[in-house]
């Protein structure tokens, strides 16, 4: 191994290195530096009913006395309250539910425990800390995808402490629930970690199959208490509370110590831009959820995100500094990695094997083998997707940067959060990507310091959840009058009834049955189907997965496909058999997948009669069909050619929140008729832009569409929808808080300083328009238009 020393270099000297380096001499990419000011803890005592073993094992750990949060948590969880710790990363949350469990299991020998975590690289990192402290009898196991079938049957006779994930309870535990029997009848407790992660369509989901298990735990005479960790959030209480379907009592007083941090905003600096031939308007079009790649290849305004990520790991890792890059999309963790490790090795010959990217869709054993080597400290870098996010203990890292904002202040400060774990001082470091919602944060630190984070969004009422989560737990035992005010009262009778027309259920005297033979197939994630293997077609070997949402973007017949590294060439993709077969090439080219999307109005939820303008709420039907894909010239983004797909058409009924504006006011605002295209076009781009300001969503979480004249409006018209079906509750979000996300959306196009649209403000790594027509000026009047007709927030 390189001998590459630990830097000396404290936060504010590293940053000074990394400013230096930047290409931009004339403008500092460095935006605003927040100073995080270091925090000491306050300590309580040990609880009293706290078992001796446990607590000792504790001590010995160094944990020499619990801090106040800690301890009150857990006395509330000891006493049978549904409890929720929302604190800051790194505030020790692991021990205010294992301190409860644990004296559980030492004080009742037949007792159980059951721990749920979103990824399975957290549940792995709880396995190490229970087994660190070396408890007789406890026996933890890990149950996900990964675990071998006799060590399941082990898992189920023996251990008392079962480590599993949402996926693997909805799927393999509830189903299989006489087995499982004695498990469930012994279940003390429940912990439920990173709740905050359980959102949308997913935490929808996961709020019923929690029902379930409650369900099906009293079906055995248990009663568990729920103990849920959080990041910090808004209404902690009322989230979970919505979560697990009964009310939770929050600890949010963070009484942990906190290490100095040093927090800058960087935006790359501008690039002159190369001209390119506009390529042709196909109403309705969008793009490729991983088209943020081409940001790098449409004609430059800013120097790419990627590439500022990984010229800045570069330089972090040859100063020696223990570096974690977030990046948005698998692709993107693919190529900060790549370019950093061959820059690397420029300097330092072999320098770049310190440095290793990190993803889901990866195969366990190369997860394992890159968690172990980063905690080793064999790797000093790492560029990671959200995997890491939660909750992982990644002692000894110096930095954080974060590519591109990840969406919500609570995973900004989860991820910044993994540096300085030993409470020392730290660096984050959050570098703009050029879009709206990156520009307008960074020149507007107020919005992001200081502010609380948000609130959780999810719907158990949504009939495209809610109904198949009817039928999974009808499939496990009948339900009853009693199990509906469960699983939502009034919604769940609604629900039921139709589901009793279509034939899925039955009912009889004793409840409603289930009428399959095999269990409901049911996707928590709302991916729309099994995951697609990808395989390399000349030796048969698996290289990972990719979620079905998205294989027809990623791994269509032609499509570039990055693995480790690697780059494969996609030579075809079965869709039945879930499959895409490829090869290793080294192409000069990328690829970028083109889609077709129309909108219809089913119904009319709410709506605001103002004049002019109209703004709704809404079910909507949207069809969708990848219909062509682009090669693209690396580095000048040329494009070389496009190429027909022949994929099938997509379908989804969603909630949708659209406004109308009468030709007439757009005229009087100074909007042409010919104009009128590009200024909802630009609007709209820059609306699902700066929507996660606002709602705890992606902007790869919704869509939309702007039309001069929709046939179902007969106006002027711009739709944001949720990309899940019967939606995720982003657009009743956007409905209710019109007002500030358009104010929000005009203020980031008015003050950016180019002259007719960039990637800053209305131009979208979606659109499969190439960005084509986009009118900026128009896009303001427009909105204007919209805010002085609106009543204020």
């Not at 504010?12 to 001499?25: F, I, P, V």
């Not at 909108?599 to 303008?613: C, E, I, K, T, W």
Request: net charge negative.
């Amino acid at each position: 191994m390189l001998d590459v020393t630990a830097t000396a270099f404290g936060p504010a000297e590293l940053l000074h290195r990394l400013r230096a380096r930047s290409s931009s001499a004339a403008q500092s990419p460095i935006t605003h530096v927040e100073q995080v000011t270091a925090r000491a803890g306050r300590v309580a005592e040990w609880p009293a009913w706290a078992d001796p073993a446990t607590r000792d094992a504790f001590v010995g750990q160094g944990v020499t006395a619990p801090w106040a949060h800690q301890a009150a948590a857990a006395t509330l969880a000891w006493q049978g309250d549904h409890v929720v710790l929302a604190t800051g990363t790194a505030s020790g949350k692991s021990l205010a539910y294992q301190l409860p469990a644990l004296t559980r299991l030492a004080t009742d020998p037949r007792a159980t425990v059951l721990y749920l975590a979103p990824t399975k690289a957290l549940a792995a990192d709880q396995l190490r800390s229970l087994t660190r402290l070396g408890l007789d009898g406890v026996r933890p196991a890990t149950l996900d995808g990964d675990t071998q079938r006799e060590e399941r049957e082990w898992i189920r006779q023996h251990s008392r402490f079962v480590l599993t994930n949402p996926d693997m309870l909805h799927h393999a535990l509830l189903p299989a629930h006489n087995r499982w029997a004695i498990f469930f009848r012994r279940l003390s407790y429940v912990v439920i970690d990173e709740c905050h992660a359980y959102r949308g369509v997913f935490g929808s989901h996961v709020s019923h199959v929690l029902r379930r298990l409650r369900r099906v735990a009293a079906r055995y005479g248990s009663d568990p208490t729920f103990v849920l960790a959080s990041a910090t959030s808004g209404d902690p209480a009322g989230s979970a509370s919505r979560l697990i379907g009964a009310p939770v009592t929050a600890v949010t007083d963070d009484a942990s110590p906190r290490g100095a941090m040093t927090f800058a905003l960087w935006e790359p600096p501008l690039l002159p831009p190369e001209p390119a031939e506009p390529p042709t308007f196909v109403p309705g079009a969008r793009a490729s959820p991983e088209a943020e790649l081409d940001l790098e290849n449409m004609p430059p305004v800013r120097r790419s995100a990627l590439r500022e990520t990984a010229d800045l790991l570069t330089d972090a890792v040859v100063a020696g500094t223990r570096t974690l890059a977030f990046v948005r999309s698998r692709r993107g963790a693919e190529v900060v990695a790549t370019v950093a490790r061959r820059s690397l090795d420029e300097v330092v010959p072999g320098l770049g094997a310190r440095v290793a990217a990190y993803r889901g869709g990866y195969l366990r054993e190369d997860r394992r083998a890159i968690e172990r080597a980063l905690l080793s400290g064999e790797l000093l870098g790492l560029a990671s997707t959200n995997a890491l996010e939660l909750g992982v203990d990644l002692a000894g890292l110096d930095a954080v940067l974060i590519c591109g904002w990840p969406g919500t202040r609570a995973s900004l400060w989860q991820q910044a959060g993994r540096a300085g774990r030993a409470g020392g001082e730290a660096l984050a470091v959050l570098i703009a990507r050029d879009d709206p919602l990156d520009t307008y944060l960074v020149h507007h630190p107020e919005a992001l310091f200081g502010r609380p984070v948000e609130a959780t969004v999810l719907d158990p009422a949504n009939p495209y959840v809610l109904g198949p989560q009817l039928c999974c737990a009808a499939s496990e035992a009948p339900l009853t009058e009693t199990d509906l005010e469960l699983f939502g009262g009034a919604a769940a009778r609604a629900t039921i009834g139709a589901l009793v027309e279509q034939g899925a259920l039955r009912k009889r005297p004793s409840g409603w049955y289930w009428t399959e033979r095999g269990r409901p197939d049911v996707d928590l994630r709302g991916t729309g189907g099994a995951p697609v293997q990808v395989v390399e077609a000349s030796t048969g070997r698996l290289l990972g997965t990719v979620d079905h949402g998205s294989s027809h973007v990623m791994l269509h017949e032609g499509a570039v496909y990055l693995h480790q590294g690697v780059t494969y060439l996609v030579d075809e993709l079965d869709l039945e058999d879930a499959i895409a077969l490829v090869h290793q090439e080294e192409p000069d080219w990328t690829t970028h997948a083109r889609d077709v999307t129309e909108v219809a109005v089913v119904h009319v939820r709410s709506y605001v009669d103002a004049g002019p303008v109209g703004l709704f709420l809404g079910d909507v039907d949207v069809t969708s069909q990848v219909v062509s894909y682009q090669r693209r010239r690396l580095g000048s983004g040329e494009v070389i050619d496009t190429r027909p797909l022949d994929l099938p058409v997509r379908e989804l009924r969603t909630v949708a929140v659209w406004f109308t504006v009468s030709p007439q006011a757009l005229a009087a605002a100074g909007v042409e008729w010919a104009d009128v295209p590009g200024a909802l076009h630009a609007a709209e781009h820059a609306g699902i832009g700066l929507l996660p300001l606002i709602a705890t969503c992606d902007r790869w979480d919704i869509g939309g569409l702007s039309t001069a004249n929709h046939p179902d409006t007969e106006a002027p018209t711009v739709f944001v929808y949720d990309g899940h079906p019967g939606g995720a509750g982003f657009a009743e979000r956007a409905y209710s808080t019109a007002a500030a996300w358009l104010r929000a959306t005009r203020e980031a196009i008015g003050s950016c300083g180019c002259e007719s649209g960039c990637p800053s403000c209305v131009q979208s790594p979606k659109c499969g328009n190439g960005n084509n027509p986009l009118d900026k000026a128009a896009a303001v009047r427009v909105l204007a238009t919209v805010l002085d007709a609106l009543p204020p927030d």
